[in-house]
């Protein structure tokens, strides 16, 4: 199974700015897709963006223009440029590997720990 670690959150002001990382054990990391998933208190986890193992991207509709999505295949690396947060972006976020069929995105059970964003002034 593949191990992930997710790093890069913290506190910012509303209309700022982080980059996530979630760094990927293992050697497989090129062959799969990976995703970035998010969760706030009392509401279910959702997708927030993936990026395809040829480096196709996806984004959920409140964060597109804000976010950005890449990988480093190099470094078995996911990353995710959050820019002009809004304090509804507060939430764990998570990487995921998952595979895309149909347009659509599967995740799998390796989960990161995630690493928590608070967007408040």
């Known amino acids: 199974q593949v191990q992930l670690v997710e790093s890069g959150g913290g506190l910012v002001q509303p209309g700022g700015s982080l980059r996530l990382s979630c760094a990927a054990s293992?050697?497989?990391?090129?062959?799969?897709?990976m995703g970035w998933y998010r969760q706030a208190p009392g509401k279910p986890r959702e997708l927030v963006a993936r990026?395809?193992?040829?480096?196709?991207?996806n984004y959920a509709d409140f964060v597109k223009g804000r976010f950005t999505i890449t990988r480093d295949n190099a470094k078995s690396t996911v990353y995710m440029q959050m820019n002009s947060l809004k304090t509804e972006d507060t939430a764990v976020y998570y990487c995921?590997?998952?595979?895309?069929?149909?347009?659509?995105?599967?995740?799998?059970?390796?989960w990161g720990q995630g690493t928590q964003v608070s967007v408040s002034s």
């Open positions: 990026i395809s193992s040829g480096g196709k991207v």
């Open positions: 293992g050697n497989i990391f090129s062959a799969y897709a």
């Open positions: 995921n590997v998952g595979t895309v069929l149909n347009g659509n995105y599967y995740p799998t059970n390796s």
